[in-house]
């Protein structure tokens, strides 16, 4: 396919649904090293691919005697219920949900504070529908499991609507990103980096973000098992992230650079506009916080989404000792 600029769906998206072993830089485990610790990230996963990038885990987890191996995905609730790897792409809030309501062996181990501008519902700016009302007998991309999917239900919701009244088209973010490029879609529920391509590729109408539906948290979570047995390296990781988190915010010049290229050689405003957006504030997970994700739960589980009612707040957590009571 010919295309006219470098940041493409082919070159930032790659292949829908697909799971990429990557290797240096970070990737790989050294030779001779010992076991190695897989960690999965997806696109919007900024924090961990910079810790991939700058090679951060290699030494740390090496004195440990352990090695970081790098798994990418587009899609992160099957690789997240078949415990694929050992630590999970950071994911937006709504996720959790279908992995604990599928019963994954799950533990919440860091949380991103809130994003809300980082997600929204978009239409094209010549398109007829002026608001989440008019969604009405639409068709919808919105990526299934995610935490647009929580939005676009709360939205519909909140304007009276149920999510039977839309026709939702359940595509992972890359072909979304085609489908609403060709006119496929009437509207599309997408989060960042997607959402600032999209917005920067040509005029287009945000109908809500999560503004007043989601705080649009990120978690980060670990196997049951893993934790278990090796809870320094989750703390190693954990403070990884922290570390990642301030250098974003205080370098936004050198983290545009660094993460560019990766995202398909993005114009350094599509990412600063990204970064702008997002906190990066890693923090650990309080189960008080947790209150939200019941409201989620709820939301689903009213919409038919999740085939029971769950207790949200009743997961594991993993806590920095730092923070223990």
């Given amino acids: 396919m010919t295309t006219s600029a470098p940041w493409t769906r082919r070159g930032l998206l790659g292949g829908a649904g697909a799971a990429l072993a990557l290797g240096p830089t970070g990737g790989r485990p050294a030779l001779g090293a010992d076991k190695p610790v897989r960690l999965s990230f997806q696109r919007s996963s900024t924090l961990l691919t910079v810790l991939k990038l700058k090679g951060t885990l290699v030494e740390r987890l090496a004195a440990k005697g352990f090695a970081p191996s790098w798994h990418q995905f587009t899609g992160v609730i099957e690789p997240m219920n078949s415990g694929a790897v050992d630590l999970h792409a950071d994911v937006a809030d709504a996720i959790p949900v279908f992995t604990q309501s599928a019963g994954a062996p799950l533990t919440f181990y860091a949380m991103e504070a809130g994003s809300p501008r980082a997600e929204a519902i978009i239409v094209p700016d010549e398109s007829p529908i002026r608001s989440v009302a008019d969604l009405k007998g639409k068709t919808v991309g919105v990526s299934r499991g995610s935490g647009c999917h929580f939005i676009l239900a709360a939205a519909l919701k909140r304007?009276?609507?149920?999510?039977?009244?839309?026709?939702?088209?359940?595509?992972?973010?890359?072909?979304?990103?085609?489908?609403?490029?060709?006119?496929?879609?009437?509207?599309?529920?997408?989060?960042?980096?997607?959402?600032?391509?999209?917005?920067?590729?040509?005029?287009?109408?945000?109908?809500?973000?999560?503004?007043?539906?989601?705080?649009?948290?990120?978690?980060?979570?670990?196997?049951?098992?893993?934790?278990?047995?090796?809870?320094?390296?989750?703390?190693?990781?954990?403070?990884?992230?922290?570390?990642?988190?301030?250098?974003?915010?205080?370098?936004?010049?050198?983290?545009?650079?660094?993460?560019?290229?990766?995202?398909?050689?993005?114009?350094?405003?599509?990412?600063?506009?990204?970064?702008?957006?997002?906190?990066?504030?890693?923090?650990?997970?309080?189960?008080?916080?947790?209150?939200?994700?019941?409201?989620?739960?709820?939301t689903f589980q009213e919409a038919g989404l999740i085939p029971r009612k769950i207790d949200a707040t009743a997961v594991r957590i993993w806590r920095p000792a730092a923070s223990r009571g």
Avoid: C, M
């Fill in 159 to 298: 304007e009276g609507l149920r999510f039977s009244d839309i026709t939702p088209a359940y595509l992972e973010a890359p072909d979304g990103a085609a489908a609403f490029a060709r006119g496929s879609l009437d509207a599309w529920a997408i989060w960042d980096p997607f959402l600032a391509i999209a917005q920067a590729k040509r005029p287009v109408r945000v109908l809500a973000d999560a503004t007043g539906l989601s705080s649009y948290n990120r978690y980060f979570l670990v196997n049951d098992s893993f934790a278990a047995a090796h809870p320094e390296v989750v703390g190693i990781v954990f403070d990884a992230l922290v570390e990642a988190g301030r250098w974003v915010k205080a370098n936004p010049k050198d983290a545009v650079a660094l993460l560019g290229p990766v995202w398909g050689d993005l114009p350094p405003d599509i990412v600063a506009t990204v970064n702008e957006r997002r906190s990066y504030a890693i923090q650990p997970v309080e189960r008080a916080a947790l209150s939200e994700q019941q409201t989620i739960a709820d």
